[in-house]
């Protein structure tokens, strides 16, 4: 893209984006790359695009994510606070790893691979619904349904409350973005007194019936470790089911439309996919994954000075970690732009790095795995219909509206 004369590095600001920033970050994340990999936004904190660099805080074990302060003073006290403060992403070890290994063991890909039957089925219907209308919306009747589908089996809720916990589910995400205004954070208190509430009935339930035998659900999960001494308290499992329902929710969504749309892009890769097998499919997925990097920002603070490969970072400094330019960055990914299904090696950092690494990864990788091949094998002649919405949100790159037709179906 030209669109960028002048050098932008003096006043961009990621939590003020330039117009078009939303639509296409990467020309802005490059030039930032190249000319000030350690750019100082507006607030104070620092902004680091280059993939070395974010790596290095990644691996870093002294950083911290507690932002209890900074989200007191944002949000006052209430549910949005209990949450964004109670679950182990905004907890340091040693509250972190405590919380982590409760749930890490439910988490292994073996045990995610027993929810592959219900997903290839939830897949399989809604490409028969999509497949009789011929023009569809990817993201409104296909993308969402499907992380939807999944986080309320794999959490062990009624599917039938999917669309309500994913409205109260996003109110809850949206007041971490930057000035968001007052009303929007009384929504996401009303949304996490909801969801908690929610959440509770459903483990006392579980309490009472009691887990026989391994959890199917992560609720069963947490209800079982809590029988069994394991450090947690109740308001912990609430807010862990909370978490790993965002968690696994917008970003999963994001990842199928994004990535759909980049593979609409790139029509012989697209063709392409429909052919692989299983193996080709897992490496063309982490392609996927770096390409689209539904997750655009993570926060940390550093506890001591810090060296990086491009500068020093003194104590205290609040860190953004831009994981969607390290993914693009050309000194560590060839032609980093370019969709290659067949990329190889591929050290991306889509699901982060260190303690707080995604530990929804290999769920989001089963879908990947069963979405983006059975479009490609079951819409061939897919194509896009008309413009995508991109969502206005700089962490959760994704669209609300992705306007296709099918060519064949098989
Ligand atoms: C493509 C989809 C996904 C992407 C790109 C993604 C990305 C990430 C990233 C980058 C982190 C690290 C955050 C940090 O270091 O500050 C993270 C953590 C986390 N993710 Fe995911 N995620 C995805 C899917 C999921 C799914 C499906 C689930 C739940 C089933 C999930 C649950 C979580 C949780 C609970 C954490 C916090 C882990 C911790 O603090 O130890 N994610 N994710």
């Not at 986080?151 to 409350?161: F, H, S, T, Y």
């Not at 929610?198 to 026989?212: K, N, P, S």
């Not at 978490?243 to 999963?252: K, S």
């Not at 982490?286 to 500068?311: C, F, H, K």
């Amino acid at each position: 893209m030209d669109i960028l004369t002048e050098p932008i590095a003096r006043g961009f600001d990621i939590f003020d984006v330039p117009p078009g920033y939303l639509d296409d970050p990467y020309p802005w994340l490059r030039q930032l790359r190249d000319d000030d990999p350690i750019h100082p936004n507006a607030d104070g904190s620092v902004l680091l695009t280059r993939y070395a660099d974010v790596r290095a805080v990644w691996r870093e074990p002294g950083t911290s994510v507690d932002k209890a302060e900074m989200f007191r003073e944002r949000f006052g006290e209430g549910p949005l606070l209990a949450q964004h403060t109670t679950g182990m992403l905004f907890r340091d070890p040693p509250d972190h790893d405590r919380l982590r290994r409760i749930v890490h063991p439910f988490f292994t890909r073996a045990t995610m691979a027993r929810f592959r039957a219900f997903l290839e089925a939830t897949v399989d219907q809604l490409i028969d619904d999509v497949a009789e209308r011929g023009r569809f919306d990817l993201v409104t009747e296909f993308a969402e349904h499907i992380p939807a589908a999944m986080i309320n089996r794999v959490l062990g809720v009624p599917a039938e409350d999917a669309q309500l916990l994913r409205r109260l589910g996003l109110q809850v995400l949206f007041p971490l973005n930057p000035r968001v205004p007052q009303e929007a954070i009384d929504a996401g208190h009303a949304a996490a007194g909801e969801f908690v509430d929610y959440l509770g009935e459903h483990l006392a339930e579980v309490r009472r019936r009691g887990v026989d035998g391994p959890p199917g659900s992560v609720l069963e999960a947490l209800v079982a470790a809590e029988a069994d001494g394991a450090a947690i308290t109740p308001d912990e499992s609430v807010h862990m089911c909370l978490l790993v329902f965002n968690g696994g929710h917008e970003t999963t969504t994001n990842l199928i439309s994004v990535g759909t749309y980049g593979l609409l892009q790139h029509p012989e890769e697209f063709a392409r996919l429909a052919e692989l097998d299983d193996r080709a499919v897992n490496v063309a997925v982490e392609e996927i994954n770096r390409y689209v990097s539904p997750l655009q920002l993570q926060g940390r603070r550093t506890t001591a000075g810090m060296d990086l490969p491009s500068g020093s970072l003194p104590a205290g400094t609040e860190v953004v970690l831009c994981q969607a330019s390290a993914n693009r960055d050309e000194r560590e990914f060839a032609d980093p732009d370019r969709l290659d299904l067949s990329r190889k090696p591929n050290a991306h950092l889509a699901f982060g790095l260190g303690v707080h690494t995604c530990i929804g990864n290999q769920l989001a990788r089963l879908e990947a795995r069963v979405v983006f091949p059975r479009l490609a094998r079951r819409l061939r002649g897919l194509a896009l219909d008309g413009d995508p919405i991109v969502n206005p949100n700089i962490r959760f790159r994704g669209l609300s509206s992705l306007p296709v037709r099918i060519g064949a179906v098989t």
